[in-house]
Protein backbone atom coordinates (compact mmCIF):
# COMPACT_ATOMS: atom_id res chain seq x y z
CA UNK A 1 0.00 0.00 0.00
CA UNK A 2 1.10 3.84 -0.91
CA UNK A 3 1.98 5.77 2.36
CA UNK A 4 1.69 9.36 1.00
CA UNK A 5 -2.35 10.42 -0.20
CA UNK A 6 -3.41 13.83 -1.10
CA UNK A 7 -6.22 12.64 0.92
CA UNK A 8 -7.71 10.92 3.79
CA UNK A 9 -11.43 10.43 4.33
CA UNK A 10 -12.85 9.80 7.61
CA UNK A 11 -16.11 7.59 7.55
CA UNK A 12 -17.60 5.76 5.19
CA UNK A 13 -21.44 7.03 4.84
CA UNK A 14 -22.88 8.40 1.68
CA UNK A 15 -21.16 11.87 2.91
CA UNK A 16 -17.56 10.30 3.10
CA UNK A 17 -17.79 7.94 -0.44
CA UNK A 18 -19.12 11.20 -2.26
CA UNK A 19 -16.05 13.09 -1.47
CA UNK A 20 -13.90 9.95 -2.46
CA UNK A 21 -15.37 9.40 -5.74
CA UNK A 22 -15.20 13.49 -6.06
CA UNK A 23 -11.90 13.65 -5.40
CA UNK A 24 -10.80 10.31 -7.24
CA UNK A 25 -12.52 11.33 -10.16
CA UNK A 26 -10.07 14.67 -10.51
CA UNK A 27 -7.09 12.89 -9.95
CA UNK A 28 -6.25 13.45 -5.97
CA UNK A 29 -4.86 10.00 -4.26
CA UNK A 30 -7.41 9.40 -2.13
CA UNK A 31 -7.60 7.20 0.62
CA UNK A 32 -11.12 6.39 2.98
CA UNK A 33 -11.62 3.99 6.17
CA UNK A 34 -14.86 3.39 7.55
CA UNK A 35 -14.57 1.57 11.05
CA UNK A 36 -18.02 -1.02 10.46
CA UNK A 37 -19.31 -1.55 7.04
CA UNK A 38 -19.85 1.07 4.01
CA UNK A 39 -23.24 2.78 4.46
CA UNK A 40 -23.80 1.55 8.27
CA UNK A 41 -23.67 4.60 9.80
CA UNK A 42 -26.79 6.64 9.77
CA UNK A 43 -26.94 6.51 5.96
CA UNK A 44 -28.37 3.03 6.53
CA UNK A 45 -31.07 4.69 8.60
CA UNK A 46 -32.42 6.45 6.20
CA UNK A 47 -35.92 6.71 4.92
CA UNK A 48 -34.75 6.85 1.29
CA UNK A 49 -35.95 9.70 0.43
CA UNK A 50 -34.18 11.79 -2.10
CA UNK A 51 -36.29 14.96 -1.50
CA UNK A 52 -36.14 18.71 -1.62
CA UNK A 53 -37.91 18.91 2.11
CA UNK A 54 -40.95 20.52 1.93
CA UNK A 55 -40.02 21.62 5.82
CA UNK A 56 -37.38 24.15 4.32
CA UNK A 57 -40.12 25.99 2.19
CA UNK A 58 -42.02 26.57 5.49
CA UNK A 59 -38.97 27.57 7.32
CA UNK A 60 -38.16 29.68 4.48
CA UNK A 61 -34.64 27.69 4.26
CA UNK A 62 -35.35 28.40 0.20
CA UNK A 63 -31.54 28.26 -0.63
CA UNK A 64 -31.62 24.42 0.93
CA UNK A 65 -34.25 23.61 -0.78
CA UNK A 66 -33.63 25.12 -4.09
CA UNK A 67 -30.25 23.08 -3.56
CA UNK A 68 -31.98 19.67 -2.65
CA UNK A 69 -34.49 19.72 -5.20
CA UNK A 70 -31.94 20.46 -7.85
CA UNK A 71 -29.96 17.31 -6.82
CA UNK A 72 -32.74 15.34 -6.24
CA UNK A 73 -32.86 15.96 -10.66
CA UNK A 74 -29.32 15.15 -10.72
CA UNK A 75 -29.30 12.33 -8.70
CA UNK A 76 -32.44 10.65 -11.11
CA UNK A 77 -30.15 11.05 -14.06
CA UNK A 78 -26.87 10.03 -13.06
CA UNK A 79 -28.44 6.64 -10.75
CA UNK A 80 -31.38 6.06 -12.75
CA UNK A 81 -31.28 2.39 -11.85
CA UNK A 82 -31.92 3.34 -7.87
CA UNK A 83 -34.29 6.04 -7.87
CA UNK A 84 -38.05 6.18 -8.19
CA UNK A 85 -40.38 9.18 -8.47
CA UNK A 86 -43.17 8.45 -6.30
CA UNK A 87 -46.55 10.24 -4.80
CA UNK A 88 -46.96 11.41 -1.35
CA UNK A 89 -50.58 12.68 -0.53
CA UNK A 90 -50.51 15.45 2.29
CA UNK A 91 -53.84 15.54 4.16
CA UNK A 92 -54.81 19.21 5.92
CA UNK A 93 -57.03 18.90 8.63
CA UNK A 94 -59.48 21.71 10.80
CA UNK A 95 -56.79 21.72 13.27
CA UNK A 96 -53.27 21.25 11.56
CA UNK A 97 -50.93 24.64 12.14
CA UNK A 98 -51.14 25.53 8.22
CA UNK A 99 -54.68 25.77 6.70
CA UNK A 100 -55.05 24.57 3.24
CA UNK A 101 -54.28 27.97 1.75
CA UNK A 102 -50.84 28.15 3.26
CA UNK A 103 -50.06 24.05 2.03
CA UNK A 104 -50.93 24.92 -1.20
CA UNK A 105 -48.70 27.80 -1.35
CA UNK A 106 -45.53 25.89 -0.06
CA UNK A 107 -46.13 23.51 -2.46
CA UNK A 108 -46.49 26.07 -5.49
CA UNK A 109 -43.10 27.38 -4.24
CA UNK A 110 -42.09 24.13 -3.92
CA UNK A 111 -42.71 23.68 -7.65
CA UNK A 112 -40.95 26.90 -8.46
CA UNK A 113 -38.02 26.28 -6.87
CA UNK A 114 -37.30 22.97 -8.56
CA UNK A 115 -38.25 24.66 -11.69
CA UNK A 116 -36.54 22.67 -14.53
CA UNK A 117 -35.72 20.01 -12.13
CA UNK A 118 -38.97 19.46 -11.27
CA UNK A 119 -40.92 15.70 -11.07
CA UNK A 120 -44.48 16.20 -11.71
CA UNK A 121 -46.26 19.15 -10.22
CA UNK A 122 -48.26 18.84 -7.21
CA UNK A 123 -51.85 18.60 -7.22
CA UNK A 124 -54.93 18.52 -5.08
CA UNK A 125 -57.55 15.93 -4.79
CA UNK A 126 -61.09 16.36 -5.12
CA UNK A 127 -62.60 14.99 -1.92
CA UNK A 128 -64.48 12.15 -3.83
CA UNK A 129 -60.53 10.82 -4.01
CA UNK A 130 -60.14 11.48 -0.59
CA UNK A 131 -62.07 7.78 0.25
CA UNK A 132 -59.59 6.00 -2.04
CA UNK A 133 -56.64 6.81 0.21
CA UNK A 134 -56.32 3.70 2.67
CA UNK A 135 -58.78 4.40 5.35
CA UNK A 136 -57.38 8.38 5.85
CA UNK A 137 -59.27 9.38 8.76
CA UNK A 138 -62.21 11.71 6.99
CA UNK A 139 -63.45 13.31 10.54
CA UNK A 140 -62.35 17.24 9.95
CA UNK A 141 -60.46 16.88 7.14
CA UNK A 142 -59.90 19.75 5.35
CA UNK A 143 -57.73 19.17 1.66
CA UNK A 144 -55.25 16.51 0.36
CA UNK A 145 -52.83 17.86 -2.12
CA UNK A 146 -50.19 15.33 -3.94
CA UNK A 147 -46.80 15.75 -4.54
CA UNK A 148 -43.66 13.86 -6.03
CA UNK A 149 -40.03 12.69 -4.38
CA UNK A 150 -37.99 9.97 -5.47
CA UNK A 151 -37.27 6.91 -3.61
CA UNK A 152 -34.01 5.34 -3.31
CA UNK A 153 -32.21 2.57 -2.08
CA UNK A 154 -30.19 3.89 0.43
CA UNK A 155 -27.41 1.56 1.15
CA UNK A 156 -27.44 0.52 -2.64
CA UNK A 157 -26.61 4.42 -3.56
CA UNK A 158 -23.53 4.44 -1.22
CA UNK A 159 -22.35 0.93 -1.99
CA UNK A 160 -22.01 2.27 -5.92
CA UNK A 161 -20.77 5.77 -5.10
CA UNK A 162 -17.75 4.15 -3.32
CA UNK A 163 -17.65 1.83 -5.86
CA UNK A 164 -17.28 4.34 -8.62
CA UNK A 165 -14.64 5.90 -6.35
CA UNK A 166 -12.79 2.66 -6.59
CA UNK A 167 -13.07 2.47 -10.18
CA UNK A 168 -11.45 5.81 -10.32
CA UNK A 169 -8.60 5.11 -8.56
CA UNK A 170 -9.77 5.50 -4.61
CA UNK A 171 -8.02 3.34 -2.38
CA UNK A 172 -11.24 1.94 0.40
CA UNK A 173 -10.38 0.54 3.75
CA UNK A 174 -13.13 -1.87 5.95
CA UNK A 175 -13.33 -2.41 8.85
CA UNK A 176 -10.24 0.21 9.80
CA UNK A 177 -10.60 2.51 12.53
CA UNK A 178 -9.13 5.80 12.10
CA UNK A 179 -7.44 5.81 15.71
CA UNK A 180 -5.71 9.53 15.71
CA UNK A 181 -3.65 11.38 13.55
CA UNK A 182 -0.97 14.40 13.94
CA UNK A 183 -0.02 17.44 11.76
CA UNK A 184 3.63 16.55 9.49
CA UNK A 185 5.58 19.71 7.59
CA UNK A 186 3.45 18.46 4.66
CA UNK A 187 -0.01 17.28 6.35
CA UNK A 188 -1.18 14.55 8.70
CA UNK A 189 0.58 11.66 9.59
CA UNK A 190 -2.68 9.10 9.99
CA UNK A 191 -2.88 6.02 12.00
CA UNK A 192 -5.38 3.48 11.87
CA UNK A 193 -5.88 0.21 13.21
CA UNK A 194 -7.65 -3.17 12.61
CA UNK A 195 -8.11 -5.39 15.38
CA UNK A 196 -4.80 -5.90 17.22
CA UNK A 197 -3.19 -4.36 14.26
CA UNK A 198 -1.80 -0.73 13.31
CA UNK A 199 -1.05 1.12 10.20
CA UNK A 200 0.67 4.54 9.90
CA UNK A 201 0.77 6.54 6.67
CA UNK A 202 0.56 10.21 5.40
CA UNK A 203 -1.61 12.55 3.87
CA UNK A 204 -2.05 16.21 2.43
CA UNK A 205 -5.49 16.84 3.17
CA UNK A 206 -8.07 14.82 5.96
CA UNK A 207 -11.18 15.20 5.70
CA UNK A 208 -13.95 14.08 8.60
CA UNK A 209 -16.92 12.57 7.25
CA UNK A 210 -17.69 10.82 10.38
CA UNK A 211 -20.91 12.16 11.02
CA UNK A 212 -22.44 11.57 14.46
CA UNK A 213 -19.19 10.72 15.20
CA UNK A 214 -16.96 13.67 14.60
CA UNK A 215 -16.69 15.15 17.86
CA UNK A 216 -14.93 11.78 18.83
CA UNK A 217 -12.38 11.76 15.46
CA UNK A 218 -11.73 15.95 15.61
CA UNK A 219 -10.62 14.55 19.62
CA UNK A 220 -8.09 12.08 18.05
CA UNK A 221 -6.08 14.72 15.81
CA UNK A 222 -3.59 16.29 18.21
CA UNK A 223 -3.11 19.97 18.06
CA UNK A 224 -6.29 20.24 15.88
CA UNK A 225 -7.75 23.78 17.47
CA UNK A 226 -11.60 22.39 18.92
CA UNK A 227 -14.08 22.46 16.27
CA UNK A 228 -17.46 23.83 16.82
CA UNK A 229 -19.19 20.36 18.55
CA UNK A 230 -22.30 18.84 16.23
CA UNK A 231 -25.89 19.51 17.48
CA UNK A 232 -27.30 15.54 17.18
CA UNK A 233 -31.09 14.85 16.42
CA UNK A 234 -32.01 11.13 17.59
CA UNK A 235 -34.89 10.65 14.68
CA UNK A 236 -37.19 7.39 16.04
CA UNK A 237 -39.08 5.45 13.59
CA UNK A 238 -41.65 2.50 14.14
CA UNK A 239 -41.89 -0.05 11.76
CA UNK A 240 -45.48 -2.94 11.66
CA UNK A 241 -45.13 -6.03 9.79
CA UNK A 242 -48.84 -5.00 7.86
CA UNK A 243 -48.93 -3.26 4.80
CA UNK A 244 -51.30 0.01 4.91
CA UNK A 245 -51.23 0.11 1.24
CA UNK A 246 -49.21 1.03 -1.42
CA UNK A 247 -49.12 4.99 -0.92
CA UNK A 248 -47.32 7.47 0.50
CA UNK A 249 -48.22 10.16 3.49
CA UNK A 250 -46.57 12.97 4.88
CA UNK A 251 -49.02 14.56 7.91
CA UNK A 252 -48.20 16.68 10.69
CA UNK A 253 -47.54 15.31 14.21
CA UNK A 254 -50.38 14.90 16.28
CA UNK A 255 -48.57 17.12 18.81
CA UNK A 256 -47.76 19.81 16.19
CA UNK A 257 -43.71 18.26 16.05
CA UNK A 258 -41.49 17.53 12.85
CA UNK A 259 -43.91 15.94 10.00
CA UNK A 260 -43.99 12.79 10.09
CA UNK A 261 -44.24 10.14 6.92
CA UNK A 262 -45.67 6.54 6.47
CA UNK A 263 -44.22 4.26 3.96
CA UNK A 264 -44.45 1.48 2.72
CA UNK A 265 -41.42 -0.50 3.67
CA UNK A 266 -40.23 -4.22 3.64
CA UNK A 267 -43.69 -5.81 2.82
CA UNK A 268 -44.65 -4.24 6.26
CA UNK A 269 -45.42 0.18 6.96
CA UNK A 270 -43.06 2.55 8.31
CA UNK A 271 -43.48 5.66 10.59
CA UNK A 272 -41.39 9.02 11.39
CA UNK A 273 -39.44 10.25 12.08
CA UNK A 274 -40.13 11.33 15.88
CA UNK A 275 -37.17 14.03 16.60
CA UNK A 276 -35.23 14.54 19.85
CA UNK A 277 -32.06 16.62 20.69
CA UNK A 278 -29.73 13.72 21.55
CA UNK A 279 -26.35 14.24 23.48
CA UNK A 280 -25.23 10.68 24.55
CA UNK A 281 -22.71 8.07 22.92
CA UNK A 282 -23.89 7.50 19.17
CA UNK A 283 -22.98 4.32 19.55
CA UNK A 284 -25.93 3.53 21.86
CA UNK A 285 -29.25 5.44 20.90
CA UNK A 286 -32.49 3.56 21.51
CA UNK A 287 -36.12 4.77 21.15
CA UNK A 288 -37.83 5.94 24.09
CA UNK A 289 -41.38 4.71 24.75
CA UNK A 290 -42.54 8.51 24.49
CA UNK A 291 -41.34 8.40 20.76
CA UNK A 292 -43.03 5.06 20.17
CA UNK A 293 -45.97 5.94 21.39
CA UNK A 294 -46.04 9.66 19.76
CA UNK A 295 -46.01 8.10 16.14
CA UNK A 296 -48.25 5.52 17.19
CA UNK A 297 -50.85 7.77 18.03
CA UNK A 298 -50.25 9.62 15.05
CA UNK A 299 -50.42 6.63 12.76
CA UNK A 300 -54.22 5.84 14.47
CA UNK A 301 -54.98 9.14 14.49
CA UNK A 302 -54.73 8.91 10.35
CA UNK A 303 -55.30 5.77 10.00
CA UNK A 304 -58.03 4.75 12.66
CA UNK A 305 -59.21 1.20 11.13
CA UNK A 306 -55.09 0.56 11.18
CA UNK A 307 -55.65 -1.49 15.27
CA UNK A 308 -52.07 -3.30 14.50
CA UNK A 309 -49.04 -2.98 17.07
CA UNK A 310 -45.80 -1.84 15.62
CA UNK A 311 -43.31 -5.23 16.00
CA UNK A 312 -40.01 -2.66 15.72
CA UNK A 313 -38.67 0.64 16.53
CA UNK A 314 -35.09 2.25 16.19
CA UNK A 315 -33.40 5.54 15.69
CA UNK A 316 -30.53 7.44 14.15
CA UNK A 317 -29.39 10.40 14.45
CA UNK A 318 -28.90 13.40 12.34
CA UNK A 319 -26.26 15.51 12.75
CA UNK A 320 -27.41 19.66 12.36
CA UNK A 321 -24.62 22.18 11.22
CA UNK A 322 -23.69 24.58 13.55
CA UNK A 323 -25.77 27.43 12.36
CA UNK A 324 -28.49 27.14 9.80
CA UNK A 325 -26.62 29.48 7.03
CA UNK A 326 -26.20 27.91 3.89
CA UNK A 327 -26.10 30.72 1.47
CA UNK A 328 -24.68 31.36 -2.33
CA UNK A 329 -21.39 32.37 -0.10
CA UNK A 330 -21.35 30.51 2.93
CA UNK A 331 -22.28 27.02 3.69
CA UNK A 332 -22.23 25.99 7.62
CA UNK A 333 -21.98 22.55 7.00
CA UNK A 334 -18.52 22.82 5.80
CA UNK A 335 -16.13 23.59 8.64
CA UNK A 336 -12.50 24.53 6.64
CA UNK A 337 -9.20 25.19 8.31
CA UNK A 338 -7.03 26.25 5.15
CA UNK A 339 -3.66 26.48 7.20
CA UNK A 340 -4.62 22.68 9.19
CA UNK A 341 -5.59 21.34 5.93
CA UNK A 342 -8.42 19.94 7.35
CA UNK A 343 -11.87 19.71 6.80
CA UNK A 344 -14.81 18.63 8.77
CA UNK A 345 -18.83 18.05 7.78
CA UNK A 346 -21.26 18.93 9.08
CA UNK A 347 -24.92 17.60 9.26
CA UNK A 348 -25.34 16.88 5.62
CA UNK A 349 -28.79 14.91 4.04
CA UNK A 350 -28.22 11.73 1.70
CA UNK A 351 -30.03 13.90 -1.05
CA UNK A 352 -27.25 16.28 -0.75
CA UNK A 353 -23.95 14.61 -0.74
CA UNK A 354 -23.19 15.01 -4.10
CA UNK A 355 -23.31 18.70 -3.81
CA UNK A 356 -21.15 18.81 -0.56
CA UNK A 357 -18.76 16.64 -1.94
CA UNK A 358 -18.16 18.90 -5.00
CA UNK A 359 -17.51 21.90 -2.49
CA UNK A 360 -15.34 19.60 -0.39
CA UNK A 361 -13.46 18.60 -3.26
CA UNK A 362 -13.11 22.40 -4.94
CA UNK A 363 -11.78 23.91 -1.24
CA UNK A 364 -9.04 20.64 -1.28
CA UNK A 365 -7.87 21.33 -4.17
CA UNK A 366 -7.79 24.98 -3.83
CA UNK A 367 -5.69 24.54 -0.45
CA UNK A 368 -3.30 22.09 -2.07
CA UNK A 369 -2.67 23.99 -5.60
CA UNK A 370 -1.97 26.82 -2.53
CA UNK A 371 -4.60 29.64 -4.78
CA UNK A 372 -7.38 31.52 -3.34
CA UNK A 373 -9.58 31.00 -6.29
CA UNK A 374 -11.02 27.91 -7.04
CA UNK A 375 -9.69 25.64 -9.59
CA UNK A 376 -11.08 27.10 -13.43
CA UNK A 377 -14.10 25.08 -14.23
CA UNK A 378 -12.71 23.42 -16.79
CA UNK A 379 -9.79 21.75 -14.82
CA UNK A 380 -12.89 20.19 -11.84
CA UNK A 381 -14.91 17.12 -13.20
CA UNK A 382 -17.97 17.40 -11.80
CA UNK A 383 -19.76 13.82 -10.07
CA UNK A 384 -22.99 15.20 -11.82
CA UNK A 385 -21.50 13.93 -15.13
CA UNK A 386 -20.29 10.50 -13.89
CA UNK A 387 -23.17 7.89 -14.02
CA UNK A 388 -23.21 5.54 -11.17
C1 LIG B 1 -33.64 8.08 10.74
C2 LIG B 1 -33.07 8.94 9.65
C3 LIG B 1 -33.75 9.07 8.44
C4 LIG B 1 -33.20 9.86 7.42
N1 LIG B 1 -33.86 9.94 6.23
C5 LIG B 1 -33.31 10.66 5.22
C6 LIG B 1 -33.93 10.70 3.95
O1 LIG B 1 -34.98 10.08 3.72
N2 LIG B 1 -33.34 11.44 2.98
C7 LIG B 1 -32.18 12.12 3.18
O2 LIG B 1 -31.72 12.79 2.26
N3 LIG B 1 -31.56 12.08 4.37
C8 LIG B 1 -32.09 11.36 5.39
N4 LIG B 1 -31.47 11.31 6.61
C9 LIG B 1 -30.20 11.98 6.77
C10 LIG B 1 -29.10 11.13 6.16
O3 LIG B 1 -29.36 9.77 6.26
C11 LIG B 1 -27.81 11.38 6.86
O4 LIG B 1 -27.65 12.74 7.11
C12 LIG B 1 -26.64 10.90 6.00
O5 LIG B 1 -26.83 9.57 5.60
C13 LIG B 1 -25.39 11.03 6.80
O6 LIG B 1 -24.34 10.47 6.08
P1 LIG B 1 -22.87 10.60 6.62
O7 LIG B 1 -21.99 9.94 5.63
O8 LIG B 1 -22.58 12.01 7.00
O9 LIG B 1 -22.88 9.83 8.02
P2 LIG B 1 -22.87 8.26 8.33
O10 LIG B 1 -23.64 7.49 7.34
O11 LIG B 1 -23.26 8.11 9.75
O12 LIG B 1 -21.34 7.88 8.12
C14 LIG B 1 -20.33 8.16 9.06
C15 LIG B 1 -19.44 6.92 9.10
O13 LIG B 1 -18.26 7.21 9.85
C16 LIG B 1 -17.84 5.98 10.40
N5 LIG B 1 -16.88 6.24 11.47
C17 LIG B 1 -17.11 6.83 12.67
N6 LIG B 1 -15.97 6.89 13.39
C18 LIG B 1 -14.99 6.33 12.63
C19 LIG B 1 -13.60 6.08 12.83
N7 LIG B 1 -12.97 6.43 13.97
N8 LIG B 1 -12.90 5.47 11.84
C20 LIG B 1 -13.51 5.10 10.67
N9 LIG B 1 -14.84 5.31 10.44
C21 LIG B 1 -15.57 5.92 11.41
C22 LIG B 1 -19.14 5.36 10.90
O14 LIG B 1 -19.01 3.96 11.08
C23 LIG B 1 -20.11 5.74 9.78
O15 LIG B 1 -20.27 4.69 8.83
C24 LIG B 1 -31.99 10.54 7.64
C25 LIG B 1 -31.33 10.42 8.86
C26 LIG B 1 -31.85 9.63 9.85
C27 LIG B 1 -31.11 9.50 11.15
Not at 14 to 39: C, D, P, R, Y
Not at 73 to 88: G, R, S, Y
Request: glycine residues 8%.
Amino acid sequence: MSTQFDLCIVGGGIVGAGIAQAAAVNGLSTIIVEKKGWGSGNTSKSSKLIHGGLENVSAFNWFTARERLSERKIIQNIATDLVEPQWFYRPVYAQNRQKPWQNALQLRIYDKLAGDANLAPHHQLAPEQWRELQGLNQHNLRAVFAFQELQTDNLQLAHEVLRSAKQHGAMALCPVTFDEAWQTDDGYRVRVVKGERSRDFDCRFLVNAAGAWSDQVAGKIRSLDPSPKTRQIKCTYIEYKESLGSNRFYVDGLTGGAPVTILPWRGGTLVGPAEQVFSGNPDRIDPAVAEVEYLTSTMRYHFPHFRHEPFDAWSGIRVEPPSRAVTKTHDARLYMREKARYLCIYGVQMTSYRAIAEKAVLGVMRCLNGRSEPPPEACYISAASIPI
